[in-house]
Protein backbone atom coordinates (compact mmCIF):
# COMPACT_ATOMS: atom_id res chain seq x y z
CA UNK A 1 0.00 0.00 0.00
CA UNK A 2 1.35 3.12 -0.59
CA UNK A 3 0.88 6.37 1.45
CA UNK A 4 -1.69 7.51 -1.31
CA UNK A 5 -3.17 4.10 -1.29
CA UNK A 6 -4.18 4.89 2.79
CA UNK A 7 -5.43 8.16 2.46
CA UNK A 8 -7.62 6.61 -0.60
CA UNK A 9 -9.73 4.77 2.21
CA UNK A 10 -13.19 5.16 3.28
CA UNK A 11 -15.05 5.16 5.84
CA UNK A 12 -16.12 1.30 5.07
CA UNK A 13 -12.95 0.20 6.25
CA UNK A 14 -13.19 -1.31 9.87
CA UNK A 15 -9.96 -2.16 10.71
CA UNK A 16 -6.17 -0.81 11.11
CA UNK A 17 -4.76 -0.99 7.59
CA UNK A 18 -0.84 -2.65 6.93
CA UNK A 19 1.36 -0.20 8.10
CA UNK A 20 4.51 -0.90 6.09
CA UNK A 21 4.42 -1.01 2.70
CA UNK A 22 5.67 -4.04 0.38
CA UNK A 23 9.22 -3.78 -0.66
CA UNK A 24 7.66 -3.93 -4.25
CA UNK A 25 4.99 -2.05 -5.76
CA UNK A 26 2.41 -3.82 -7.08
CA UNK A 27 2.77 -2.42 -10.66
CA UNK A 28 6.38 -2.73 -10.65
CA UNK A 29 6.00 -6.29 -9.97
CA UNK A 30 3.42 -6.30 -12.56
CA UNK A 31 5.12 -4.70 -15.55
CA UNK A 32 8.07 -7.34 -14.56
CA UNK A 33 5.74 -9.92 -15.25
CA UNK A 34 4.05 -8.93 -18.01
CA UNK A 35 7.33 -8.14 -19.57
CA UNK A 36 7.90 -12.21 -19.91
CA UNK A 37 6.38 -13.86 -22.61
CA UNK A 38 3.87 -16.88 -21.76
CA UNK A 39 1.76 -17.12 -24.42
CA UNK A 40 -0.21 -20.51 -24.27
CA UNK A 41 -0.90 -22.39 -26.93
CA UNK A 42 -4.23 -24.62 -28.36
CA UNK A 43 -4.33 -28.59 -29.18
CA UNK A 44 -0.77 -29.05 -27.38
CA UNK A 45 -0.16 -32.37 -26.08
CA UNK A 46 2.33 -31.42 -23.63
CA UNK A 47 1.61 -29.21 -20.48
CA UNK A 48 2.99 -26.49 -20.59
CA UNK A 49 1.96 -26.07 -24.23
CA UNK A 50 4.93 -23.56 -24.46
CA UNK A 51 8.31 -23.45 -23.33
CA UNK A 52 8.44 -20.22 -22.11
CA UNK A 53 5.85 -20.76 -19.18
CA UNK A 54 9.37 -22.23 -17.32
CA UNK A 55 10.95 -19.00 -17.46
CA UNK A 56 8.13 -17.63 -15.40
CA UNK A 57 7.44 -20.19 -13.44
CA UNK A 58 11.14 -20.31 -12.34
CA UNK A 59 11.37 -17.01 -11.41
CA UNK A 60 8.22 -16.93 -9.37
CA UNK A 61 9.90 -19.86 -7.46
CA UNK A 62 12.93 -17.25 -6.70
CA UNK A 63 10.72 -14.84 -6.16
CA UNK A 64 8.64 -16.59 -3.28
CA UNK A 65 11.16 -18.08 -1.21
CA UNK A 66 12.66 -14.80 -1.09
CA UNK A 67 9.13 -13.42 0.38
CA UNK A 68 9.62 -16.48 3.18
CA UNK A 69 7.34 -18.70 1.25
CA UNK A 70 7.85 -22.57 3.23
CA UNK A 71 7.30 -25.57 0.42
CA UNK A 72 8.06 -24.01 -2.51
CA UNK A 73 7.71 -26.92 -5.35
CA UNK A 74 7.71 -26.28 -9.19
CA UNK A 75 5.82 -29.88 -10.19
CA UNK A 76 7.23 -31.30 -13.63
CA UNK A 77 3.75 -29.54 -15.47
CA UNK A 78 4.70 -26.55 -14.61
CA UNK A 79 2.67 -25.72 -11.40
CA UNK A 80 4.43 -23.66 -8.43
CA UNK A 81 3.30 -24.53 -5.28
CA UNK A 82 3.92 -22.34 -1.82
CA UNK A 83 2.96 -21.88 1.35
CA UNK A 84 2.49 -19.07 3.55
CA UNK A 85 2.94 -20.15 7.11
CA UNK A 86 0.24 -19.04 9.55
CA UNK A 87 1.12 -16.50 12.17
CA UNK A 88 -1.58 -17.46 15.30
CA UNK A 89 -1.84 -19.54 17.93
CA UNK A 90 -4.84 -21.59 16.91
CA UNK A 91 -4.09 -22.08 12.94
CA UNK A 92 -4.82 -25.63 12.93
CA UNK A 93 -8.34 -24.30 13.89
CA UNK A 94 -8.62 -22.11 11.06
CA UNK A 95 -8.93 -23.76 7.56
CA UNK A 96 -6.45 -22.99 4.96
CA UNK A 97 -7.14 -21.11 2.53
CA UNK A 98 -5.61 -21.21 -1.30
CA UNK A 99 -4.91 -18.32 -3.62
CA UNK A 100 -4.53 -19.80 -7.32
CA UNK A 101 -3.69 -17.60 -10.77
CA UNK A 102 -2.47 -18.37 -13.76
CA UNK A 103 0.82 -17.22 -15.54
CA UNK A 104 -0.47 -18.22 -19.36
CA UNK A 105 -1.60 -15.25 -21.47
CA UNK A 106 -4.06 -16.13 -24.44
CA UNK A 107 -3.09 -18.09 -27.12
CA UNK A 108 -5.20 -15.78 -29.68
CA UNK A 109 -3.36 -12.74 -29.59
CA UNK A 110 0.69 -12.15 -29.23
CA UNK A 111 1.93 -12.09 -25.40
CA UNK A 112 6.02 -11.37 -26.64
CA UNK A 113 7.74 -8.06 -26.30
CA UNK A 114 4.94 -6.94 -24.52
CA UNK A 115 5.44 -2.94 -23.82
CA UNK A 116 3.49 -1.77 -20.89
CA UNK A 117 2.99 1.57 -20.78
CA UNK A 118 1.67 3.62 -17.81
CA UNK A 119 -1.05 6.21 -18.54
CA UNK A 120 -0.33 8.53 -15.57
CA UNK A 121 -3.02 10.70 -13.86
CA UNK A 122 -5.70 9.75 -16.39
CA UNK A 123 -7.70 12.62 -17.50
CA UNK A 124 -11.05 10.76 -18.84
CA UNK A 125 -10.78 10.85 -22.87
CA UNK A 126 -9.94 7.42 -25.34
CA UNK A 127 -6.89 5.90 -25.09
CA UNK A 128 -5.05 5.78 -28.60
CA UNK A 129 -2.47 2.79 -27.95
CA UNK A 130 0.98 4.01 -30.13
CA UNK A 131 2.00 1.32 -31.92
CA UNK A 132 -1.00 0.86 -33.67
CA UNK A 133 -3.39 3.85 -33.44
CA UNK A 134 -5.98 1.87 -34.83
CA UNK A 135 -6.50 0.44 -31.32
CA UNK A 136 -8.53 2.85 -29.25
CA UNK A 137 -9.70 2.31 -25.87
CA UNK A 138 -12.69 4.40 -25.86
CA UNK A 139 -14.95 5.62 -22.85
CA UNK A 140 -17.91 4.78 -25.25
CA UNK A 141 -16.95 1.05 -25.16
CA UNK A 142 -15.72 1.29 -22.01
CA UNK A 143 -17.65 2.69 -19.55
CA UNK A 144 -15.54 2.01 -16.51
CA UNK A 145 -12.94 4.28 -17.61
CA UNK A 146 -15.47 7.11 -16.55
CA UNK A 147 -14.73 6.04 -12.63
CA UNK A 148 -10.83 6.15 -13.61
CA UNK A 149 -10.27 9.90 -13.99
CA UNK A 150 -6.65 10.35 -12.07
CA UNK A 151 -5.72 6.80 -11.80
CA UNK A 152 -2.95 5.33 -13.32
CA UNK A 153 -4.21 3.25 -16.62
CA UNK A 154 -2.04 0.30 -17.87
CA UNK A 155 -1.97 -0.64 -21.61
CA UNK A 156 -0.11 -2.29 -23.56
CA UNK A 157 1.35 -0.76 -26.95
CA UNK A 158 -1.56 -1.71 -29.47
CA UNK A 159 0.57 -4.45 -30.90
CA UNK A 160 0.14 -7.28 -28.07
CA UNK A 161 -2.27 -8.28 -25.47
CA UNK A 162 -0.90 -6.95 -21.69
CA UNK A 163 -1.19 -10.05 -20.12
CA UNK A 164 -3.25 -8.37 -16.77
CA UNK A 165 -4.91 -11.74 -17.22
CA UNK A 166 -3.68 -12.92 -15.28
CA UNK A 167 -0.15 -11.69 -14.20
CA UNK A 168 -2.37 -8.97 -12.36
CA UNK A 169 -3.38 -11.84 -9.79
CA UNK A 170 0.31 -13.38 -9.35
CA UNK A 171 1.44 -9.97 -8.89
CA UNK A 172 -1.38 -8.92 -6.30
CA UNK A 173 -1.11 -12.70 -4.84
CA UNK A 174 2.89 -12.22 -4.20
CA UNK A 175 2.64 -8.47 -3.26
CA UNK A 176 0.21 -9.79 -0.45
CA UNK A 177 2.64 -11.77 0.15
CA UNK A 178 5.22 -9.16 0.07
CA UNK A 179 3.00 -6.79 3.08
CA UNK A 180 2.13 -9.75 5.39
CA UNK A 181 6.01 -9.77 5.51
CA UNK A 182 6.43 -6.73 6.20
CA UNK A 183 3.68 -6.50 9.03
CA UNK A 184 3.48 -9.28 11.25
CA UNK A 185 0.76 -7.72 12.81
CA UNK A 186 -1.71 -8.95 10.42
CA UNK A 187 -3.44 -12.09 11.89
CA UNK A 188 -3.52 -15.20 8.94
CA UNK A 189 -4.06 -18.68 8.61
CA UNK A 190 -1.74 -21.11 6.56
CA UNK A 191 -1.88 -19.84 2.87
CA UNK A 192 -1.57 -22.26 0.32
CA UNK A 193 -0.41 -20.66 -3.27
CA UNK A 194 -0.07 -22.27 -6.30
CA UNK A 195 0.38 -20.84 -9.71
CA UNK A 196 -0.98 -22.54 -13.05
CA UNK A 197 0.07 -23.00 -16.78
CA UNK A 198 -2.32 -23.40 -19.54
CA UNK A 199 -5.50 -22.15 -17.53
CA UNK A 200 -6.13 -20.91 -21.26
CA UNK A 201 -6.27 -23.66 -23.47
CA UNK A 202 -7.93 -25.53 -20.22
CA UNK A 203 -5.01 -28.31 -20.11
CA UNK A 204 -2.56 -26.94 -17.33
CA UNK A 205 -5.33 -27.55 -14.17
CA UNK A 206 -5.59 -31.13 -15.09
CA UNK A 207 -2.63 -32.31 -13.30
CA UNK A 208 -3.08 -30.02 -10.38
CA UNK A 209 -2.52 -31.61 -7.27
CA UNK A 210 -5.48 -30.84 -4.50
CA UNK A 211 -3.78 -33.12 -1.51
CA UNK A 212 -0.80 -31.38 -1.70
CA UNK A 213 -1.98 -28.11 -2.04
CA UNK A 214 -3.99 -28.76 0.95
CA UNK A 215 -6.20 -26.01 1.34
CA UNK A 216 -9.98 -26.39 2.47
CA UNK A 217 -11.01 -23.55 0.27
CA UNK A 218 -9.72 -21.65 -3.02
CA UNK A 219 -9.75 -18.41 -4.51
CA UNK A 220 -8.37 -18.04 -8.52
CA UNK A 221 -7.73 -14.10 -8.66
CA UNK A 222 -8.18 -14.08 -12.51
CA UNK A 223 -11.85 -11.97 -12.61
CA UNK A 224 -11.89 -8.20 -14.23
CA UNK A 225 -13.06 -5.10 -12.42
CA UNK A 226 -13.39 -3.85 -9.58
CA UNK A 227 -15.60 -5.62 -7.00
CA UNK A 228 -16.63 -8.57 -9.56
CA UNK A 229 -17.00 -11.81 -7.55
CA UNK A 230 -18.08 -14.99 -9.71
CA UNK A 231 -19.92 -17.86 -7.67
CA UNK A 232 -21.05 -18.72 -11.32
CA UNK A 233 -19.45 -20.57 -14.10
CA UNK A 234 -21.04 -22.08 -17.85
CA UNK A 235 -21.92 -25.35 -18.03
CA UNK A 236 -19.75 -25.89 -21.21
CA UNK A 237 -20.04 -29.27 -23.40
CA UNK A 238 -17.83 -29.66 -27.03
CA UNK A 239 -19.72 -30.74 -30.08
CA UNK A 240 -17.42 -31.85 -32.87
CA UNK A 241 -19.51 -32.46 -36.20
CA UNK A 242 -17.77 -34.97 -38.55
CA UNK A 243 -18.87 -34.52 -42.45
CA UNK A 244 -17.68 -37.47 -44.30
CA UNK A 245 -17.60 -37.17 -48.27
CA UNK A 246 -15.73 -39.35 -51.08
CA UNK A 247 -12.87 -38.00 -52.42
CA UNK A 248 -11.32 -38.98 -55.50
CA UNK A 249 -9.05 -37.60 -58.51
CA UNK A 250 -10.46 -34.36 -59.57
CA UNK A 251 -9.80 -34.95 -63.11
CA UNK A 252 -12.08 -37.73 -62.72
CA UNK A 253 -14.70 -36.95 -60.25
CA UNK A 254 -17.62 -36.55 -61.95
CA UNK A 255 -20.67 -38.64 -60.31
CA UNK A 256 -17.87 -39.84 -57.82
CA UNK A 257 -16.38 -36.97 -55.14
CA UNK A 258 -18.55 -35.76 -52.95
CA UNK A 259 -17.06 -32.98 -50.89
CA UNK A 260 -17.80 -32.80 -47.56
CA UNK A 261 -16.83 -28.83 -47.54
CA UNK A 262 -19.96 -27.78 -48.84
CA UNK A 263 -22.09 -29.98 -45.90
CA UNK A 264 -19.84 -28.11 -43.88
CA UNK A 265 -20.98 -24.49 -45.15
CA UNK A 266 -24.36 -25.42 -45.33
CA UNK A 267 -24.20 -26.74 -41.97
CA UNK A 268 -23.01 -23.49 -40.79
CA UNK A 269 -25.21 -21.33 -42.65
CA UNK A 270 -28.15 -22.59 -40.91
CA UNK A 271 -26.97 -22.38 -36.79
CA UNK A 272 -29.04 -19.58 -35.51
CA UNK A 273 -27.51 -15.62 -35.41
CA UNK A 274 -29.01 -15.62 -32.40
CA UNK A 275 -27.47 -17.75 -30.22
CA UNK A 276 -24.04 -16.89 -30.62
CA UNK A 277 -21.12 -15.46 -28.42
CA UNK A 278 -21.60 -11.69 -30.31
CA UNK A 279 -25.34 -11.56 -29.91
CA UNK A 280 -26.13 -12.66 -26.42
CA UNK A 281 -25.05 -11.51 -23.08
CA UNK A 282 -26.04 -11.42 -19.49
CA UNK A 283 -27.45 -15.21 -18.46
CA UNK A 284 -28.43 -15.98 -22.02
CA UNK A 285 -25.89 -18.80 -23.46
CA UNK A 286 -24.43 -19.27 -26.63
CA UNK A 287 -23.14 -21.77 -29.65
CA UNK A 288 -19.89 -21.26 -31.05
CA UNK A 289 -18.50 -22.73 -34.13
CA UNK A 290 -15.36 -22.13 -33.13
CA UNK A 291 -12.95 -24.09 -35.00
CA UNK A 292 -12.32 -26.97 -37.49
CA UNK A 293 -10.97 -28.52 -40.48
CA UNK A 294 -12.31 -28.95 -43.92
CA UNK A 295 -11.11 -31.21 -46.82
CA UNK A 296 -13.06 -33.44 -49.74
CA UNK A 297 -13.08 -36.30 -47.48
CA UNK A 298 -13.87 -34.67 -44.71
CA UNK A 299 -14.88 -31.73 -42.15
CA UNK A 300 -14.58 -31.59 -38.75
CA UNK A 301 -16.32 -28.75 -36.87
CA UNK A 302 -15.93 -27.67 -33.44
CA UNK A 303 -18.48 -26.03 -31.78
CA UNK A 304 -18.46 -25.17 -27.86
CA UNK A 305 -21.92 -25.24 -26.22
CA UNK A 306 -22.47 -22.93 -22.98
CA UNK A 307 -25.33 -22.06 -20.60
CA UNK A 308 -25.93 -21.50 -17.34
CA UNK A 309 -28.23 -24.51 -16.71
CA UNK A 310 -27.85 -27.70 -17.76
CA UNK A 311 -31.72 -27.59 -19.30
CA UNK A 312 -30.33 -25.02 -21.99
CA UNK A 313 -27.44 -27.06 -22.99
CA UNK A 314 -29.66 -30.36 -23.64
CA UNK A 315 -31.78 -27.28 -26.06
CA UNK A 316 -29.17 -26.64 -28.06
CA UNK A 317 -27.48 -30.07 -28.38
CA UNK A 318 -31.12 -31.22 -29.58
CA UNK A 319 -30.86 -27.83 -32.05
CA UNK A 320 -27.70 -28.93 -33.28
CA UNK A 321 -29.01 -32.39 -33.81
CA UNK A 322 -32.02 -31.14 -35.99
CA UNK A 323 -30.02 -29.01 -37.86
CA UNK A 324 -27.52 -31.94 -39.12
CA UNK A 325 -30.90 -33.77 -40.15
CA UNK A 326 -31.94 -30.55 -42.25
CA UNK A 327 -28.11 -30.73 -43.80
CA UNK A 328 -28.53 -34.14 -44.46
CA UNK A 329 -31.75 -33.64 -46.70
CA UNK A 330 -29.87 -31.41 -48.61
CA UNK A 331 -26.55 -33.48 -48.84
CA UNK A 332 -27.57 -37.21 -48.31
CA UNK A 333 -24.30 -38.52 -49.61
CA UNK A 334 -22.41 -36.80 -46.77
CA UNK A 335 -22.24 -38.81 -43.67
CA UNK A 336 -22.68 -36.50 -40.88
CA UNK A 337 -21.56 -37.66 -37.08
CA UNK A 338 -22.30 -35.59 -33.78
CA UNK A 339 -20.02 -35.96 -30.69
CA UNK A 340 -21.04 -34.33 -27.86
CA UNK A 341 -18.77 -34.39 -24.17
CA UNK A 342 -18.99 -32.65 -21.39
CA UNK A 343 -16.17 -29.44 -20.96
CA UNK A 344 -16.94 -28.46 -17.30
CA UNK A 345 -19.93 -27.87 -14.88
CA UNK A 346 -21.55 -24.72 -13.64
CA UNK A 347 -19.54 -24.12 -10.04
CA UNK A 348 -22.91 -23.28 -8.62
CA UNK A 349 -23.85 -26.55 -8.50
CA UNK A 350 -21.21 -27.33 -5.57
CA UNK A 351 -20.64 -23.64 -4.12
CA UNK A 352 -24.39 -23.10 -2.92
CA UNK A 353 -23.20 -25.75 -0.48
CA UNK A 354 -20.83 -23.55 1.09
CA UNK A 355 -21.95 -20.16 1.16
CA UNK A 356 -19.19 -18.67 3.30
CA UNK A 357 -16.53 -18.52 0.32
CA UNK A 358 -18.59 -15.88 -1.34
CA UNK A 359 -19.49 -14.05 1.50
CA UNK A 360 -15.82 -13.86 2.84
CA UNK A 361 -14.91 -12.36 -0.65
CA UNK A 362 -18.02 -9.84 -0.30
CA UNK A 363 -16.77 -8.76 3.21
CA UNK A 364 -12.75 -8.41 2.18
CA UNK A 365 -14.05 -6.13 -1.13
CA UNK A 366 -16.44 -3.89 0.97
CA UNK A 367 -13.62 -3.71 3.62
CA UNK A 368 -11.24 -2.36 0.86
CA UNK A 369 -13.44 0.47 0.18
CA UNK A 370 -14.79 -1.17 -2.94
CA UNK A 371 -18.85 -2.42 -4.08
CA UNK A 372 -18.92 -5.95 -4.11
CA UNK A 373 -20.97 -8.27 -6.97
CA UNK A 374 -21.99 -11.44 -7.28
CA UNK A 375 -22.08 -12.64 -10.53
CA UNK A 376 -22.37 -15.69 -13.24
CA UNK A 377 -19.20 -15.38 -15.24
CA UNK A 378 -19.67 -15.91 -18.95
CA UNK A 379 -16.75 -18.62 -19.07
CA UNK A 380 -14.74 -20.70 -17.15
CA UNK A 381 -11.88 -20.60 -14.91
CA UNK A 382 -9.42 -23.34 -13.55
CA UNK A 383 -11.68 -22.60 -10.48
CA UNK A 384 -14.03 -25.20 -12.24
CA UNK A 385 -11.70 -28.32 -12.20
CA UNK A 386 -10.87 -27.64 -8.60
CA UNK A 387 -14.52 -26.87 -7.25
CA UNK A 388 -15.58 -30.31 -8.78
CA UNK A 389 -12.36 -31.87 -7.59
CA UNK A 390 -13.00 -31.39 -3.77
CA UNK A 391 -11.70 -27.45 -3.66
CA UNK A 392 -14.36 -24.99 -3.69
CA UNK A 393 -13.14 -22.72 -5.44
CA UNK A 394 -14.48 -18.45 -6.20
CA UNK A 395 -12.84 -16.40 -8.76
CA UNK A 396 -12.31 -12.69 -7.29
CA UNK A 397 -11.53 -9.71 -9.48
CA UNK A 398 -8.20 -8.36 -10.68
CA UNK A 399 -8.67 -4.86 -11.56
CA UNK A 400 -8.45 -6.01 -15.35
CA UNK A 401 -10.34 -5.18 -18.88
CA UNK A 402 -10.62 -6.49 -21.90
CA UNK A 403 -9.39 -10.13 -21.64
CA UNK A 404 -7.62 -11.62 -24.43
CA UNK A 405 -7.34 -8.17 -26.66
CA UNK A 406 -4.86 -5.61 -27.34
CA UNK A 407 -7.16 -3.28 -25.57
CA UNK A 408 -6.77 -4.90 -22.15
CA UNK A 409 -6.04 -2.42 -19.28
CA UNK A 410 -5.82 -2.75 -15.82
CA UNK A 411 -4.46 0.33 -13.68
CA UNK A 412 -2.64 1.05 -10.33
CA UNK A 413 -5.59 1.29 -8.34
CA UNK A 414 -6.75 -1.97 -9.70
CA UNK A 415 -3.78 -3.31 -8.57
CA UNK A 416 -3.91 -2.26 -5.25
CA UNK A 417 -7.17 -2.26 -4.07
CA UNK A 418 -7.07 -5.76 -5.51
CA UNK A 419 -4.20 -6.31 -3.38
CA UNK A 420 -5.70 -4.68 -0.40
CA UNK A 421 -8.67 -7.08 -0.63
CA UNK A 422 -6.89 -9.93 -0.48
CA UNK A 423 -5.38 -9.11 2.50
CA UNK A 424 -8.52 -8.31 3.95
CA UNK A 425 -9.62 -11.74 2.83
CA UNK A 426 -6.73 -13.89 4.65
CA UNK A 427 -8.08 -11.87 8.12
CA UNK A 428 -11.20 -12.81 7.73
CA UNK A 429 -10.15 -16.49 6.94
CA UNK A 430 -8.19 -16.08 9.76
CA UNK A 431 -11.65 -15.10 12.00
CA UNK A 432 -9.27 -12.67 13.85
CA UNK A 433 -10.36 -9.97 15.32
CA UNK A 434 -13.45 -8.94 13.60
CA UNK A 435 -13.14 -11.63 11.04
CA UNK A 436 -15.66 -14.31 10.27
CA UNK A 437 -14.97 -17.58 10.67
CA UNK A 438 -15.12 -19.71 7.02
CA UNK A 439 -16.43 -23.23 5.83
ZN1 LIG B 1 -7.45 -15.64 -16.88
Not at 71 to 83: F, G, H, P, R
Not at 148 to 164: C, E, H, N, R, Y
Not at 371 to 395: I, K, N, S, Y
Amino acid sequence: MSAMDLADQTTSVTRPLAQRPPAESVVARFVRYAAIDTQSAEDVATVPSTPTQWDLARLLVDELHALGAQEVWLSDTCVVYASIPANIDDAAAVPVIGLIAHMDTAPAVSGANVNVIIHSDYQGSDIVLPRDPTQVISVAANPVLKDMVGDDIITADGTTLLGSDDKAGIAEILTMVDVLRQNAQIPHGTIAIAFTPDEEPGSGIEMFDVERFAASLAYTVDGEGLGSIYNESWHARMATVTFTGRNTHPGAAKGILVNSVFALADYVSRLPRDMLPETTDGRDGFVHPARGTIEVAESVLVIGLRDFETGGLDAQERGLRDIASETRERFPDVGIAIKVEESYRNIQEVLKDHPRLVDNAVEATRRAGLTPTVEAMRGGTDGAHLTFHGLPTVDLFTGGHNFHSKQEFNSRRGLEKTTEMLIHLVQIVAGGADGRASD
